[in-house]
């Protein structure tokens, strides 16, 4: 049963949820057939502008894929290049920026009613002497032939897709054919949304060119420690938060060490991030939600790209289409920095550390796009990443006897996703199913060792409903069933944060391999447009955790309000709920009995867009009650935990970004974050910091296009040291001739600050239909210590701080046909 009521809040939009869809729907179905709710019509070009191609490259052949938002009157607010030219082909983007910015369109409707708009709209540059000037087709003078679906996008919101192409007739020569796709712009369902998109994925400095890396550089989003590469949402743990890839969670984000993600950054299309108050589609999480959207593989011919990242890893890529209607695509990563430790131990001969350090990882995908009919798509997406590190300690030093020796961490997990999506008139379905296996080795000497096989599957089912003009409703399910197993030697499990692990003799053996983990779940939430300017969201979410027999209900509310074309206001609040740890609740480990945490966002934010300026900028605050966090009990005696821990997040978000098809030879973003996040214990105990509470986050990351293939940037981070707790001296254990440490309050002194500067110098050639990459991309450029906490001698009276990352040089060179 539910951990606590709900309350008021529960009933009152659960009811408005259910009543606002049942009535519209009944309303459509009293309706004749030819009365069924209006499908979105995408806007129709009604005054094209033609553009010359750049001076120099006039012997050229380009297209430009744009993003065009069309307002109710039918004119343009809003360019953005989605798919370029090509790298050294920038000057054709511009062109068919400015050309496009004084389009003129008969606006899109629904039923009679004009509304808003984005369009996809390829403008295409022919390399031909045109000897005269081609003039607009006259209204009536174009023969066009065009078809229409509905789609949806990542978030689930309807869209309407257009595909035509459209000759004038001329004297000589036709206006440039164009192709369109359409999506009519629909409400956002979380009170706070940050897209990236993939022109400035793999371009931000101190990334390496690896696109999930860019999340780090967002408000809200923490810094991880050096190696740790975790995701820290606005004052929350790092389970707190998930990413899903194409809808389907996964369990890692990066390799080892944080230096690369596990997916490829060439196969992204963009990347969505939402901090909170996230749509009911999601749910067993009470952080924030990172999307990651895979691109379809390329029709248009054989591509394919090798990258050589000097010193780190190495990757491959091929994609290409089998017939019109299916592509695939291929890529392979595997670092070789092991081969360059090995080297480095040979060279230093007798010289060399005591210890032999290897870490080794790979990762890989295979992408596949199908298009039976024109109502079907279907998606199928295998992808796996491996990581392993091995140390053996040749002569050890004073410390505890038991953990002397190897010390091994070895983490993989293996997916097949396939998804469908079917479009009916005014209905949509979209079935994604995930297979796989996560695995998991951590061994510590004779101290510890932990051995995990999970089996996760993922069935996400969803209808899509366009119930009226105004009425937008999503109903699904969501389900995961996990088989495991899990082995376990070692000391009681300890809080999984805020307390500092306690040497112990006592020790631990579990095993168990019979367990599965079965959690559906089912939502329905309602979007209603209320004179035309305010949107209101407003769902409902049920999950079910059988492994500790409870059901929580939550119910979710966004608003967002269009004051002018430019100023928008949003709000959202909402309930959140999460299962604890398995190692939490599963009998003789953990407490069987305990319930879901649960969590209750608010934000209030509001953002300021200047198109023409290519420039956008946002403030937001956040607030978060989190209770029945899962704390241990003292002395770890049974149950040995319970629900008995609060916390308390709260901040202040500032951004600011310059989009990279703007007037400006300058793109990048400025965020700061201001924020507390605080934890108690226990009833009457002090509130105290969280392990990853940082007050300032400021990011400034900017690259400037100097133009003839070159590009410059910089990235740098100021941002608050974590806490830590203290240790005061230390009592001998004459048994073990080892030293215990004695604690300070907890999370009661804290690191300096962190500050780095990243840089990044990239040259491209390109030559025919080859092009050449050549970048050097430098962290921690000054070599700041950036200290993550402290190192003890053997008897804890001396310390000295533990570097972060040092300055980390990368030299690469990329081929792309």
């Known amino acids: 049963m539910c951990g606590r009521p709900r309350g008021w809040l529960a009933s009152l939009l659960f009811a408005l949820a259910v009543v606002v869809a049942n009535a519209a729907h009944v309303k459509a179905q009293d309706a004749p057939a030819d009365d069924a709710p209006a499908r979105p019509s995408p806007p129709r070009l009604t005054q094209f502008v033609p553009s010359d191609p750049p001076e120099g490259l006039e012997d050229r052949d380009a297209a430009v894929l744009l993003e065009i938002t069309v307002t109710a009157e039918g004119t343009v607010s809003d360019v953005r290049v989605v798919e370029g030219a090509g790298e050294g082909l920038e000057a054709f983007d511009e062109r068919a920026m400015t050309a496009a910015r004084v389009f003129v369109f008969e606006p899109a409707r629904v039923g009679e009613r004009a509304i808003g708009a984005r369009i996809r709209y390829r403008y295409v540059f022919e390399a031909r002497v045109v000897e005269e000037q081609i003039e607009p087709a006259a209204e009536g003078d174009a023969e066009a032939e065009t078809e229409t679906e509905t789609e949806t996008e990542a978030e689930g919101e309807s869209a309407a897709e257009a595909e035509s192409e459209t000759e004038a007739d001329a004297p000589e020569d036709p206006e440039p054919v164009f192709r369109a796709r359409a999506e009519v712009e629909p409400s956002p369902r979380d009170a706070v949304r940050r897209v990236l998109r993939r022109e400035v994925l793999t371009r931000m400095p101190g990334t390496r060119g690896d696109a999930l890396r860019v999340v780090e550089l967002l408000p809200g989003v923490g810094r991880p420690a050096f ?134 990882y790979y990762d890989y995908q295979a992408l596949a796009t199908w298009t039976p009919t024109d109502a079907d798509r279907i998606r199928l997406a295998i992808y796996g990443s491996s990581d392993e590190l091995r140390l053996l300690l040749a002569n050890p030093s004073d410390g505890d006897f038991a953990v002397r020796g190897n010390l091994g961490i070895s983490t993989q997990f293996h997916r097949i996703q396939i998804g469908w999506r079917h479009v009916e008139g005014w209905l949509e379905q979209d079935v994604q199913v995930g297979f796989g296996v996560n695995l998991l080795e951590l061994g510590v000497g004779d101290a510890f060792q932990l051995d995990g096989e999970f089996l996760p599957l993922n069935i996400r089912s969803e209808w899509r409903m366009q119930l009226s003009p105004s009425v937008r409703t999503i109903v699904g399910m969501d389900m995961q069933i996990t088989p495991l197993s899990l082995l376990f030697r070692g000391p009681p499990t300890a809080q999984s944060e805020g307390m500092p692990a306690m040497p112990t003799d006592e020790r631990i053996d579990f095993a168990i391999d019979d367990v599965v983990a079965y959690r559906p779940a089912a939502y329905v939430e309602t979007d209603v447009t209320l004179f035309e300017r305010l949107d209101l969201v407003l769902g409902v979410r049920a999950d079910y955790y059988r492994e500790i027999e409870e059901l929580t209900v939550d119910p979710r509310m966004t608003a967002r309000v269009r004051l002018t074309d430019q100023i928008a206001l949003r709000t959202g609040v909402g309930l959140f709920s999460q299962p604890p740890e398995f190692q939490e609740s599963v009998e003789d480990l953990g407490n069987p009995d305990l319930e879901p945490i649960h969590a209750l966002h608010v934000g209030l934010g509001g953002d300021l867009r200047l198109p023409e300026h290519g420039m956008s900028f946002s403030l937001d605050g956040f607030y978060k009650h989190l209770w029945d966090r899962v704390v241990a009990t003292p002395r770890g005696v049974a149950p040995f935990f319970t629900n008995d821990g609060l916390g308390r997040i709260y901040g202040l978000e500032v951004a600011a970004r310059m989009e990279p098809d703007g007037p400006y030879p300058l793109f990048g973003f400025l965020s700061y974050t201001l924020s507390r996040s605080e934890r108690q214990d226990g009833p009457g105990q ?37 806490p830590y707790t203290p240790i005061g001296g230390a009592i001998q254990d004459v048994r073990t001739s080892t030293y215990r440490p004695i604690y300070g309050a907890v999370n009661s002194d804290r690191n300096p600050f962190f500050h780095r500067l990243d840089v990044r110098l990239q040259k491209l050639w390109r030559i025919g239909d080859v092009s050449l990459t050549f970048y050097i991309d430098v962290q921690n450029v000054y070599n700041s210590t950036n200290p993550e906490g402290r190192i003890y001698n053997y008897d804890y009276s001396e310390s000295r701080d533990l570097p972060g990352l040092p300055i980390l040089p990368s030299i690469g060179i990329r081929g792309e046909l």
Request: charged share 20%; net charge negative; proline share 5%.
């Open 686 to 722: 002090e509130w105290r910091l969280f392990d990853f509470d940082q007050t300032h986050i400021l990011t400034l990351a900017l690259v400037w296009r100097i133009g003839q293939g070159w590009e410059l940037g910089g990235t740098f981070r100021l941002v608050s040291g974590n």
């Open 227 to 360: 190696g740790g590469g975790v995701l820290l949402v606005r004052g929350s743990a790092p389970g707190d938060s998930q990413v899903f890839l194409d809808g389907n969670p996964v369990p890692l984000l990066y390799h080892f060490g944080g230096l690369t993600s596990f997916f490829n950054s060439q196969l992204l299309q963009r990347i969505e991030f939402v901090p909170g108050n996230f749509s009911v589609r999601y749910g067993r999480k009470i952080g924030g939600i990172l999307e990651v959207d895979p691109r379809d593989p390329r029709f248009d011919g054989f591509h394919g790209f090798i990258d050589l990242s000097g010193g780190i890893d190495a990757s491959i890529m091929l994609e290409g289409p089998i017939d019109e209607d299916f592509a695939f695509a291929l890529a392979f990563r595997r670092s070789y920095i092991d081969a360059v430790l090995a080297l480095a131990q040979d060279s230093l001969g007798d010289d060399a550390p005591d210890f032999l350090t290897a870490p080794v």
